[in-house]
């Protein structure tokens, strides 16, 4: 969406950014740590999965066996699909330039940001072109100021205090810190204002701030369900996180965004088991020493039939709610549920090879004019769609162009519901292919904030997937990830002092 650059970056935020090049931790190498974990289960292979893995064998180091469980294909919601010679993003899509996980990660593996192709946008409220983006910027900005005074602005200075907060979980994490609850790291990050933001609605956080109701209708609302498929009134922090992911500067990684986890994977030394864990269960052994010792017994179903191992340590990287998993628990006091209250939101991803019908938008100019690439939409009783955009390869070939919407070009419609047959014809001339995928992709936001599953399950068995509760990204899962790596290990080795630590924020600057 084209949008104000964040261009009064704030001094913490630029501070942050130095700090992350500067002398990575490394607690595996660290003197006086021994015993380390023999074996360590992961269970799923998504962004979060095998980025957990990655911080797992940086804390650990090179002794330790960690085991990755996915029946399905290693990238989880980060997925593509083939259409003629080329590949398409279907899942995440575009990454912030400030996820500096992520960017750790690309520059780790080395591999590219894909190459950005300029597009413009309109809103469409189901009837009609409500905006359509000029060339002109100033155009664009004198019509924002005509409509809605200076709410456009203000609003990117409204994102950019939640960012300043956001960005001291890369300070905090830098330095060894980690939490054990999903409350106890956003109060962390931003205090009560966090905490509150996810116990009311974005719509009440932005009137709270002056925005008008038009303004959230007319701009807001169209970012909010193109990003989860929700309306205005998801919670304000995860309502946050996706007015940011509108921002200019957003990049995604060359041959699509799943190849990160299949990097991932593979830097982290990590063994890929192609099965389903069906249950986990806690085991007490006999040790060397007399005393008695506790695994966790993951038993699985793969190509091979049903099998099971022990391990010290397992990390839980896939959703335990209704429709997403089926994993039981068993033994454990107090008992661990298989399902956590709350559900996923559905999402259909629609792919279509075909000729736009620029009449559905209620235009009169002929295609040949219609320079759009993306249309957003209101959320009114017209819309059955959430987002139409014009998307490229994952993997741009040599001079490529984007073709024009007179032509047959790959499309990808958001919706709430499958697409019938009617609704197709109306927004396409012709069409060669449809591939269709939907998904359970994020939570339904809904406040007020029910308290959200929590990172410790259990002694050593951790669930990553509860942070996406606050708000779902492929960087919030990185964040997860890495919190949850080192909670794992100081829990392991008996170092409180780094976990739950409040004030850090002031702490740290005196260090700094």
Not at 71 to 82: D, H, I, K, M, W
Request: aromatic share 10%; net charge neutral.
């Amino acid at each position: 969406m084209p949008t104000m650059s964040l261009q009064g970056l704030s001094l913490r935020a630029l501070l942050l950014l130095g700090l992350w090049h500067t002398g990575r931790r490394s607690l595996a190498s660290a003197p006086g740590l021994q015993d380390q974990p023999k074996k360590i289960a992961v269970v799923g292979a998504g962004i979060g999965g095998t980025a957990a893995a990655y911080y797992l064998r940086q804390e650990f180091g090179a002794g330790v066996k960690i085991d990755v469980f996915e029946p399905g294909t290693v990238g989880g919601r980060l997925a593509t699909v083939n259409i003629g010679n080329y590949e398409y993003e279907t899942g995440g899509s575009v990454i912030h330039p400030l996820n500096l996980h992520m960017k750790e990660f690309i520059e780790k593996l080395g591999i590219p940001q894909r190459k950005e192709i300029p597009s413009k946008m309109a809103i469409f409220d189901g009837k009609e072109l409500t905006f359509e983006e000029s060339d002109w910027f100033i155009v664009n900005f004198l019509h924002m100021l005509w409509r809605y005074g200076f709410s456009f602005l203000r609003m990117h200075m409204w994102v950019e205090s939640i960012l300043d907060k956001f960005m001291r979980i890369y300070q905090y994490q830098q330095y060894g810190y980690s939490f054990s609850s999903v409350e106890r790291l956003l109060h962390a990050m931003g205090g009560d204002s966090f905490l509150t933001l996810v116990n009311q609605t974005l719509e009440e956080t932005m009137m709270g701030e002056g925005f008008s109701q038009i303004f959230l209708n007319d701009i807001v609302a169209p970012i909010t369900r193109v990003n989860y498929g929700q309306s205005v009134r998801i919670n304000g922090f995860v309502g946050a996180v996706s007015l940011a992911g509108a921002d200019s500067g957003l990049w995604a990684v060359d041959g699509g965004n799943k190849r990160v986890c299949s990097g991932l994977l593979y830097n982290s030394k990590s063994e890929l088991i192609p099965a389903r864990v069906t249950s986990i269960s806690v085991k007490v052994r006999p040790s060397k020493s007399g005393t008695a010792t506790s695994f966790y017994e993951v038993n699985y179903v793969g190509d091979s039939g049903s099998a099971h191992s022990l391990y010290d340590i397992v990390v839980i990287a896939t959703p335990l709610h209704q429709g997403k998993s089926d994993i039981t628990f068993s033994g454990f006091s107090p008992p661990i549920p298989s399902h956590y209250p709350g559900r996923y939101h559905q999402m259909v991803s629609t792919l279509v090879n075909g000729k736009l019908n620029v009449s559905y938008l209620g235009t009169t100019e002929p295609a040949s004019k219609f320079m759009v690439s993306d249309v957003f939409t209101t959320d009114s009783k017209g819309c059955v769609i959430n987002s139409l955009s014009s998307i490229d390869p994952v993997h741009l070939p040599p001079n490529y162009k984007r073709p024009p919407t007179t032509e047959t070009k790959v499309w990808k419609v958001f919706s709430p519901q499958p697409l019938s047959q009617e609704q197709l014809q109306g927004m396409f001339l012709s069409w060669d292919l449809v591939s269709e995928t939907q998904w359970l992709a994020y939570p339904a936001y809904r406040p007020p904030h029910r308290k959200t599953p929590p990172f410790i399950l259990h002694n050593r068995l951790y669930y990553l997937n509860a942070l996406e509760w606050a708000a779902s990204a492929m960087e919030m899962s990185a964040i997860s990830a890495r919190n949850v790596a080192l909670l794992a290990h100081h829990r392991w080795h008996s170092q409180v002092s780094k976990i739950d630590q409040e004030d850090l924020h002031t702490r740290l600057r005196g260090e700094l």
